[in-house]
């Protein structure tokens, strides 16, 4: 357990493998631009959060790391994301298999309406992961061990996991994401719908994740932020205009807007 | 006058009133109307209620009433007169008491008129109608007239045929003199009725008038009133499905007096044997057994499923989740243009069109298919039922939250993978519900099969025979002239009460399915 | 802990994973072409419908005419020269005018004994109704009466049919019902454009006949508007009511309960069930006539009021609370509230409602059919205690019926009911569009 717990400091003066790298992006939706060309590189093993007022483009920069706002009709993407070595915006890459590399669990748990362990079964199902039962069993144990969830629902994996707590929900949601073993796992504002304590447990489990998921987080808590991130990147009005090591952004920001907006000047 | 006339003149009275009410209310706060308790309009309002509402309550009464009143009048004068005339003809006549029989040809005409009279109901329609025509033309004539008349001098149906009035039979002297009791009986009910229109349309004039202060919380009074009219209003769609009810039940408890229970609901052979008017109800009326009616009605229904079922829900899948606006924006209300058409024209199109291909393609792959058979009436209403099926599992689909499709697809799910395994089991009742009340629509729909299904009622398999449902023999046994009270006609009544409670059964539970589901996303 | 039971994601993470992509792909197109698939054959029954309609249809439009020289004779109509209207309307008069100048015109002697076989079949091929419809033009004009005037008169069924192409010649003489002699004529008359097809106004104008050359939607018509009259009138005032009280006043209760499941439920209850009620209720126990628009009316009226009902409602929903707080804020009633702002703001909902509610009503036929609108009715009604039919009525009543002429009136009539449906709902749509508010 000791050897796990983040050191921030230390980690956020060496430079790790980047595994996401972003550069001009721009987004519409619509005639209406949400994104002013982003850079932004997410570096590999590392908790990226995403920080900024509402409707400055956080969200919507996060959801084009998996391509999910090509769910929405009237959303265009410019630029280019390279995960890897391969951008994801190029028309042949599979959107199916970038998101089985890429994870998302979003603002509001959203278990499917399906037994605790089917949920966690169907991403390894659809992709075919799995050879047999035993090891999709194996798949979905090891899933909510990873996710911290397994004590406390191993006797009832086949009641509905609507029926969780909100923050059991959440970390159901995560653990599925897992099951699929991506290597980014992207979260939109995980603990807006959460209370305190179950909102602990989360950031607990995204700091335990770290070691095997590179993490991008969305969140409007700058103290969820400095407490989960090694690095922060502060959004404004659909531009990138401060990032770097989450100590640094919030001890000594280089940009006015930063320092207002961490010192809740605006927000 | 007749009953329009009078709505009209206590219109106006109450109209009348009601300025009166509005200028007294204006006057007693010499025209500072602000230091009224409510604006002066309500004043008059409150005229009006009071002098309309209790007049035209009691006019409807009493013309609801009066024509009951009326029959009893008529009928217990005749029975008297008829009972009297014949005895005394009897004590003149040679023939004594015995021989009073049904359809005794020797006994005298006004004893068989009595008898007649006494025993069959439709004899008594008969001479009431006859009765009131009488009267009506009695009502016409000016005092000379009616003086030779009484005399004697003149006879009474050339008269009447002058008056314009034409008889059918010669009316003997107890059917003129009921039509001069039923005359009193008129004009006394008239006088009734003046009288108390005038007495309630004064009072109800004067109390509230006289009422009418500043301090009078007119607007309130008025409020309360309007609040009665509208739960009246309300209460009228509960009424109607009593009314659908009783009314049905009665005359399906009238048909249960002739056909045993178990021999409808279990009967194997459908054979009414229709019976012309007027003859006597034979013990041999025919057999009445619901189940071929009962099997052709879900057979054909069943057909119309699989039809409409697949074609809708992956319609409905399709415009919820693929589909682009434009494409929705077009294919949907095109989709739903087929719900629009009325029933008679898809009847028509099985009649004329789909019935003689279905049988020429059947002929030319060796198929004998009969033009009015299971599958031109299934499929056809299968075409009607697609956009019940499609717009409601479209709505429904719909409303599975957003946030699971994302959850899935940020899963790496493909769309169809997506659909088939989170969104449509989430969306399953709804999905159900609608399947259910498509099957409803399907029972009771009646104009397709009464074109295209036959008459013949079949306990057949085969889909290529002519089968008959439960509304095709609702409509053939009330259609033509028949009798009514025979089980002939009054076994329509019976199939309706089963045919609604099949399809209230149905429909309750498909919208407290579609109900819970609306809750659980809300 | 955690991380030890688990083999480090990283490790699969890295090599390439097979996703079976390219089945699941197919899977995919499959499934997205079965609703492909369903929308397409959703609209290829509708085209088909159309088409199946308008191709059998757009020839009653349509009625083959012959144009006479008429001398209207006034020892012939009028021998007692007295004009008396009574006189005029024996319409076996008009027929010693027609037949002649017809035979002459196909080159048949009047006269001529040998020829009297002939003539008999020529007299077939104009219609009967023909006589009468000259009676109908003197007697709305006597002093026509003793000129010369040239008229285009109905020809039969069976030869209206025949010159629109519906009857073969190719069939056997036996079988068909329009032999070789009269062809012969037909051809001749056609050639010197005596014989012609003109616009059948008659369609919209007669009432029922066994003739189709005579038979028309016009007393079907007009009973369908006495009903959506008394539709009109009964089930927007009633429907209203009923909704305010229970969108407004109702408290939430077991009773308002059970009054909502039951509007829901008998806007789902088969139409012939309320044929069944009009019968026992409004015929049988309070007396109303037999075949009249007023039991029609009411039936339906009880039929719509569930449509509007549930329609008025929604729109009284969509109402924000916050126009009620503002009106109540000020010290109106709830009345006043309710009146003078929340209707207002709903009539465009409710007017959308009242009238998709009518098109329904005016499609339905199987309540009609039980309160015995299935009556031959010749003349118009002028009130709705006549007797009287209504369009689809009308539509079940022809389609029945076996002469060929029929089955094209049968289609017309159908077009012309999908005309005033279309309409109806057109403006229901146009009326959302123009007044819909988003708040």
Redesign the interface.
């Known amino acids: 357990?000791q050897d796990m717990t983040p050191i921030n400091t230390a980690e956020a003066s060496e430079r790790r493998a980047i595994k996401i790298s972003a550069k001009e992006v721009t987004v519409h939706y619509g005639a209406k631009q949400a994104l002013f060309g982003v850079d932004l590189d997410i570096e590999e093993n590392q908790v990226t959060s995403l920080i900024g007022p509402s409707g400055c483009g956080k969200s919507t920069f996060l959801r084009c790391l998996n391509r999910m706002n090509d769910t929405i009709d009237i959303c265009s993407v410019g630029g280019q994301i390279r995960l890897g070595d391969i951008n994801i915006y190029d028309p042949k890459v599979?959107v199916?298999?970038l998101r089985?590399?890429v994870g998302m669990v979003f603002q509001k748990p959203n278990p499917f309406p399906k037994s605790i362990f089917e949920n966690i079964a169907y991403g390894p199902r659809?992709?075919?992961?799995c050879r047999d039962k035993s090891d999709m069993e194996e798949v979905v144990?090891?899933s909510l061990?990873?996710a911290?969830l397994f004590d406390e629902v191993k006797d009832r994996l086949d009641e509905p996991g609507t029926g969780l707590s909100g923050g059991q929900q959440q970390r159901l949601c995560i653990a599925r994401a897992?099951a699929v073993?991506?290597?980014v796992i992207l979260m939109d504002e995980p603990c807006s719908a959460l209370d305190p304590i179950a909102t602990a447990k989360v950031e607990e489990l995204i700091d335990?994740l770290r070691?095997?998921?590179t993490i991008v987080i969305v969140t409007h808590s700058m103290q969820q932020a400095a407490r989960v991130s090694q690095r922060t990147a502060f959004f404004h009005l659909g531009n990138i205009v401060e990032e770097g090591p989450t100590e640094q952004i919030f001890t000594m920001p280089k940009d006015q807007r930063t320092q207002d907006y961490i010192t809740g000047r605006f927000g | 006058m007749s009953p329009l006339w009078l709505l009209a003149v206590i219109f106006i009275v109450a109209l009348t009133g009601a300025i009166l009410g509005r200028s007294r209310a204006i006057g007693a706060v010499d025209g500072e109307v602000s230091t009224l308790h409510s604006r002066p309009g309500y004043y008059g309002s409150y005229v009006f209620i009071w002098t309309a509402i209790p007049a035209a309550l009691f006019m409807a009464a009493l013309l609801i009433a009066q024509?009951f009143f009326n029959r009893s009048v008529v009928h217990d004068h005749l029975f008297g007169a008829y009972e009297s005339g014949c005895q005394r003809s009897l004590s003149f006549g040679k023939s004594n008491a015995a021989i009073l029989k049904a359809g005794d040809e020797n006994a005298p005409q006004i004893c068989r008129d009595w008898i007649e009279f006494r025993d069959l109901e439709t004899r008594q329609d008969l001479v009431q109608g006859v009765v009131r025509n009488v009267a009506d033309g009695l009502a016409l004539l000016n005092k000379d007239e009616l003086t030779k008349l009484r005399a004697g001098l003149v006879a009474i149906r050339p008269m009447m045929a002058q008056k314009g009035i034409a008889l059918a039979e010669d009316v003997s002297a107890p059917i003129v003199s009921a039509a001069y009791r039923l005359n009193d009986a008129r004009s006394r009910a008239n006088f009734l009725l003046y009288g108390g229109l005038g007495i309630l349309l004064l009072a109800g004039f004067l109390g509230s008038y006289l009422r009418i202060r500043p301090a009078l919380r007119a607007?309130?009074l008025v409020?309360a009133n309007?609040?009665i009219?509208?739960?009246i209003?309300?209460?009228?769609?509960?009424l109607?499905?009593v009314?659908?009810v009783l009314?049905?039940l009665?005359?399906a408890l009238n048909f249960f007096d002739h056909v045993p229970l178990v021999d409808f609901f279990f009967g194997t052979v459908w054979d009414p044997r229709f019976q012309s008017v007027g003859r006597q109800v034979s013990s041999e009326g025919g057999q009445f057994g619901l189940l071929p009616l009962l099997w052709g009605t879900m057979f054909i229904s069943l057909v119309a499923l699989l039809v409409a079922v697949?074609?809708?829900?992956?319609?409905a899948?399709?415009?919820a989740?693929?589909a682009t606006r434009p494409i929705r924006a077009v294919?949907k209300p095109?989709?739903e243009?087929?719900a629009?058409?009325?029933?008679?024209?898809?009847?028509?199109?099985a009649?004329?069109?789909v019935g003689p291909f279905l049988r020429d393609a059947g002929a030319s792959i060796g198929l004998s298919i009969s033009a009015n058979s299971v599958l031109t009436a299934g499929f056809v209403m299968g075409?009607m039922l697609?956009?019940f099926i499609?717009s409601l599992s479209d709505d429904i689909i719909s409303a599975v939250p957003q946030s699971l499709r994302d959850g899935s697809l940020g899963l790496?799910a493909?769309?169809?993978?997506t659909?088939?395994q989170v969104i449509l089991p989430a969306a399953l009742p709804g999905i159900v519900a609608s399947i259910l009340?498509a099957a409803?629509?399907a029972?009771?729909?009646?104009?397709i099969v009464?074109?295209a299904a036959g008459i013949a009622a079949n306990l057949t398999a085969n889909p290529f025979e002519a089968v008959t449902t439960v509304?095709v023999k609702?409509?053939s046994q009330?259609?033509g002239d028949l009798e009514?009270n025979s089980p002939q006609t009054l076994v329509?009544?019976a199939l309706?009460i089963t045919?609604?409670f099949i399809?209230?059964g149905l429909?309750?539970f498909a919208?407290h399915i579609v109900r819970k589901y609306r809750e659980q996303y809300d | 802990?955690?991380?030890l039971?688990?083999p480090?994601?990283?490790s699969?993470?890295q090599m390439p994973?097979?996703?079976?992509?390219k089945k699941?792909?197919a899977?995919?197109a499959r499934?997205?072409l079965?609703?492909?698939?369903?929308?397409g054959?959703?609209?290829l029954?509708?085209t088909?419908?159309f088409v199946?309609?308008i191709t059998?249809g757009y020839t009653a439009f349509e009625q083959t005419k012959i144009q006479l020289s008429l001398t209207l004779d006034e020892k012939i109509l009028d021998p007692a020269g007295t004009r008396d209207p009574k006189q005029l309307a024996k319409a076996i008069r008009y027929n010693k005018i027609i037949e002649p100048a017809f035979y002459q015109a196909i080159g048949l002697d009047p006269k001529d004994k040998a020829q009297k076989a002939d003539r008999k079949l020529a007299k077939k091929i104009i219609s009967r109704g023909a006589a009468i419809e000259l009676r109908d033009m003197v007697l709305d004009n006597p002093d026509l009466i003793g000129t010369t005037q040239s008229v285009w008169i109905l020809a039969s069924g069976d030869v209206d049919s025949f010159v629109k192409g519906q009857i073969s010649r190719q069939t056997d003489e036996k079988r068909r019902q329009i032999k070789d002699k009269q062809i012969a004529w037909i051809d001749a008359l056609l050639d010197q454009g005596i014989m012609d097809k003109k616009f059948n106004s008659g369609l919209f104008t007669f009432g029922a006949s066994s003739r189709p050359e005579t038979a028309g939607i016009g007393v079907a018509v007009i009973g369908s508007l006495f009903m959506m009259g008394i539709v009109l009138v009964l089930a927007l005032?009633?429907?209203v009511?009923?909704?305010?009280?229970?969108e407004e006043?109702?408290p939430k209760n077991k009773w308002t309960d059970?009054?909502e499941?039951?509007?829901?439920?008998?806007a789902?209850?088969?139409?012939?069930?309320?044929g069944?009620?009009g019968?026992?209720?409004f015929i049988?126990?309070a007396?109303l006539p037999r075949s009249a628009s007023i039991v029609g009316g009411l039936v339906l009226t009880?039929m719509t009021?569930?449509t509007i009902?549930i329609a008025t409602r929604s729109a009284l929903k969509a109402v924000p609370p916050s126009i009620r707080e503002a009106a109540l804020g000020v010290g109106a009633?709830?009345?006043q509230t309710i009146f003078h702002h929340v209707l207002p703001l709903a009539s465009p909902g409710i007017l959308t409602g009242t009238i998709i509610g009518l098109?329904q009503a005016?499609?339905?036929?199987?309540p009609l059919?039980?309160i015995?609108m299935?009556a031959f009715v010749k003349d118009i009604p002028v009130s709705p205690l006549d007797p009287a039919t209504a369009l689809?009525v009308q539509?079940?009543m022809w389609?029945g019926a076996a002469e060929r002429a029929f089955?094209e009136r049968?289609?017309a009539a159908?077009l012309i009911?999908?005309a005033f449906?279309a309409i109806m709902?057109i403006s229901a749509v146009l009326l959302r569009r123009r007044f819909e508010r988003r708040w």
């Open positions: 357990m599979d199916v298999e089985a590399r659809i992709h075919g992961l144990v090891s061990q990873k911290g897992i073993s991506p290597e335990e070691e095997n998921y | 024509p607007r309130n409020e309007i609040r009219a509208l739960i209003a309300s209460s009228i769609a509960v109607t499905t009314g659908i009314s049905m009665f005359e697949p074609i809708g829900l992956f319609a899948i399709y415009m989740e693929y294919a095109m989709l243009i087929l629009g058409i009325p029933t008679i024209v898809y009847g028509f199109f009649l004329v069109t075409i697609i956009p499609s790496g493909t769309k169809s993978e659909i088939k009340l409803s629509r029972i009771g729909e009646t104009m009464v074109m509304t609702i409509v009330l259609t009514f329509a009544f309706g045919l609604f399809t209230l429909n309750v919208l | 802990m955690t991380d039971s688990v480090p994601a990283q699969t993470a994973r097979d996703y079976g992509l699941r792909y899977s995919e499934f997205k079965y609703g492909m698939i369903a929308i054959m959703g609209l029954f509708l088909l419908l199946s309609i059998k005032p009633i429907g009511a009923a909704s305010i009280y229970l006043f109702a059970l009054i499941v039951n509007i829901n439920n008998l789902a209850v088969p139409s012939i069930v309320f069944l009620l019968l026992a209720v049988n126990f007396g009880l009021l569930p009902i009633s709830k009345t098109a005016l499609g339905e036929t199987a059919l039980m015995g299935v689809p539509i079940y389609a089955v049968t289609s159908i009911l999908l449906l709902n």
